[in-house]
Nanobody
Framework: QVQLVESGGGLVQAGGSLRLSCAAS????????MGWFRQAPGKEREFVAT???????RYADSVKGRFTLSTDNAKNTVYLQMNRLKPEDTAVYSC????????????????WGQGTQVTVSS
């Protein structure tokens, strides 16, 4: 059974950094694409970043140059390093997985974690 568990959220001042982790069980990065999405209060869920099973990455324009994806295959964990955070980055961040598909739309993902709150104060 696939399980995704996010961690690393918290409260940070604008300009600061956080690293989110998504620990995955029962899947493999050689097969599964991992994505990060976020949802702010009163807003729709939006794409943040994705790393495909083939290693290619894609970022939302709003985070490009500030956020970076990486994976640790030994730990089956994907990381989202978030630098130069802004108040508009405040949201619940969720990781998701889907096999053999490069996807930037939430409905294309099969598995989801519970999310972790990121709050950026001004």
């Amino acid at each position: 059974q696939v399980q995704l568990v996010e961690s690393g959220g918290g409260l940070v001042q604008a300009g600061g950094s956080l690293r989110l982790s998504c620990a995955a069980s029962a899947l493999t990065f050689s097969r599964d694409t991992m994505g990060w999405f976020r949802q702010a209060p009163g807003k729709e869920r939006e794409f943040v970043a994705t790393i495909a099973w083939i290693g290619s990455t894609r970022y939302a324009d709003s985070v490009k140059g500030r956020f970076t994806l990486s994976t640790d295959n030994a730990k089956n964990t994907v990381y989202l390093q978030m630098n130069r955070l802004k108040p508009e980055d405040t949201a619940v961040y969720s990781c998701a997985a889907v096999p053999f598909r490069l996807a930037t739309i939430a409905r294309d993902y099969d598995y989801w974690g519970q999310g972790t709150q990121v709050t950026v104060s001004s």
